[in-house]
């Protein structure tokens, strides 16, 4: 009898070790089974409503799901939040065209894998899948301040999170601000304003038009009186020759 008791009781504590280990909540969402699927990841996630939307009507969500699949290159995704975008001005990104909608997926993408840690020591501007880093296109700076990573466009600065998802080859980090490029969200260059008037140009405008003129004493007048001057001294000549004729 002592010994059925013995066995019930390791029995029960037993069922409640099990209960209390299925109770528990994970620490963090487990991956999805099967091959990497970047909106999967988000979906479980949760809050990425936006994000995931963009992933599959650009179809860079395919993209970064075959790479993934089929090289050992890695990558880290920006994932901005829903909040995130709702703070963009109303109809922003209605307003992006179809291959600005995919710039702005790919600038989120970095084509490698990077840890928290490793984003203390990677080399600024980072290389992004949007392309060119050159100042007005599409650089992206990392700066860290502890365990704080901030991400900087050159239009806004956006803070780091959670890690959503890292497993040493693909790292999904939550962002609360949607990172804009230069290249697409850059203000346009003002107009460039007229060169102002010189001296001698201001001098020009202020002359009248009697002061142009050859009557006004320029320096064409002394050629027109030695002209008339020569005129007379004929006209004398020819009067005294005439008298000097008749005379004889």
């Known amino acids: 009898m002592s010994h059925l008791i013995f066995s019930l009781s390791l029995l029960a504590v037993f069922l409640h070790s099990c209960t209390l280990t299925l109770g528990q909540n994970p620490a963090s969402a487990p991956a999805p089974s099967g091959p990497t699927n970047i909106t999967k990841i988000l979906e479980k996630a949760g809050q990425f409503t936006t994000f995931i939307r963009l992933l599959r009507t650009t179809q860079a969500g395919d993209q970064i799901n075959t790479q993934l ?11 901005p939040t829903d909040n995130a975008f709702s ?3 109303a109809g922003t990104l209605n ?16 084509p490698s894998f990077i840890s928290v840690s490793q984003f203390q020591t990677v080399s600024n501007p980072l290389r992004t899948q949007a392309g060119d880093t050159s100042p007005g296109d599409f650089p992206l700076n990392v700066t860290t301040s502890g365990n704080q990573v901030n991400v900087s466009t050159g239009i806004v600065d956006a803070t780091v999170g959670n890690t959503i998802y890292t497993d040493g ?34 001098n020009l405008k202020k002359k009248s038009p009697a002061a142009l003129s050859p009557s006004s004493g320029s320096d064409d007048t002394p050629a ?21 004729a008749f005379w004889l």
Do not use: R, W
């Open 224 to 244: 027109d009186k030695s002209g008339a001057d020569s005129v007379n001294g004929v006209a004398v000549l020819g009067i005294g020759a005439f008298c000097f």
């Open 69 to 79: 699949n089929n090289s050992k290159q890695g990558m880290t995704v920006f994932a």
């Open 87 to 89: 703070s963009l001005k």
């Open 169 to 202: 080859e693909l790292a999904v980090y939550q962002v609360d601000k949607v990172l804009q490029p230069l290249s697409i969200f850059a203000s346009p260059s003002p107009a460039t304003a007229p060169a102002p008037a010189t001296p001698e140009t201001s």
């Open 95 to 110: 307003s992006l065209s179809s291959q600005q909608q995919v710039q702005l997926v790919q600038f989120h993408v970095l």
